[in-house]
């Protein structure tokens, strides 16, 4: 299931506990919300976030904000329950933590069978397993409901051993190699969290990385994080005026037919009009949003 193309810049975890913070979450402009009922909930709580997060859905008031429930992990006591209510709420989407192997994806599309079709499957790409598995696991979005993942730079640097630094270059090879395997199987891709979120400079340096990486959007853990987060994957007025620029060259009527031509004096080909067409057709989406 492949989700449709919208503008999932920021994509913002909430705990599912915290009345007052979903509260807020309507009116934050983050692209997507996403209401934890995992790492950000205690054991204790775990019944009580869930119940929570199913009564949010249900009352509404995101607007154009997709609406996501991160479960927890179906070994866990709380997973099929977690799973069973999420499939009833209207939600856009559930997000599965530590997905590794195939079986993963398969037992988490065997509990949801009776949910409606449009409930998306976000997968988190957080495990050295499912770092060796990516174009395995990626392939999966042609035949089940995988459709997004998420990468949790945080455990990954856990159960790697590494150091989480801010030019994150121990997890850059990670990065690429997944950008190219979720791009080759039509799968949306969100960078990881980053920790600093009272110094932005650090954390728009961090999604500007992210950008220039591939990634669709970015995963946030405080709404300070969402304004510069949109203002980095959205197009510039740069962006957007080459883009516009190139489709109206390729317009001309003495370049019908043509793959190759020269605009602005630079020469653009077919690839670069599907990429202008794409920009153009987001901007337009952030500024109807």
């Not at 037992?107 to 988190?124: H, I, T, V, Y």
Request: proline share 5%.
């Amino acid at each position: 299931m492949i989700a449709p193309d919208r503008p999932r810049r920021s994509v913002l975890y909430l705990p599912a506990s915290n009345a007052r913070a979903i509260e807020k979450a309507r009116g934050i402009p983050a692209d997507v919300i996403v209401l934890d009922l995992e790492d950000a909930v205690a054991p204790e709580a775990k019944n009580e976030a869930r119940a929570a997060a199913v009564a949010a859905v249900r009352a509404g008031g995101f607007g154009r904000r997709e609406v996501a429930i991160r479960a927890n992990g179906l070994e866990t006591p709380w997973g099929a329950d977690d799973l069973a209510a999420i499939a009833t709420t209207g939600a856009d989407a559930v997000v599965m933590p530590k997905v590794s192997t195939v079986g993963d994806i398969m037992s988490c599309e065997a509990a949801l069978a009776a949910a409606p079709r449009g409930l998306q499957l976000w997968a988190m790409i957080e495990t050295c397993a499912a770092v060796g598995a990516l174009f395995e696991l990626a392939f999966l979005a042609r035949t089940t409901r995988l459709s997004a993942w998420m990468v949790g730079t945080n455990d990954l640097a856990k159960e790697m051993r590494a150091r989480l630094t801010p030019e994150r270059s121990a997890f850059l090879p990670i990065l690429t190699q997944a950008v190219c395997a979720a791009r080759a199987n039509g799968v949306l891709i969100f960078d990881g969290v980053c920790n600093e979120f009272r110094d932005l400079a650090v954390f728009r340096a961090e999604a500007e990385q992210g950008l220039v990486l591939g990634f669709d959007g970015k995963t946030l853990i405080h709404p300070d994080q969402v304004e510069p987060c949109n203002a980095v994957f959205s197009p510039s007025e740069d962006e957007l005026a080459a883009a516009q620029a190139i489709i109206a060259g390729f317009a001309l009527p003495e370049n019908a037919g043509k793959g190759v031509i020269k605009v602005q004096g630079k020469m653009v080909e077919l690839l670069h009009l599907e990429q202008a067409r794409r920009l153009v057709a987001m901007a337009e989406q952030i500024t109807a949003g």
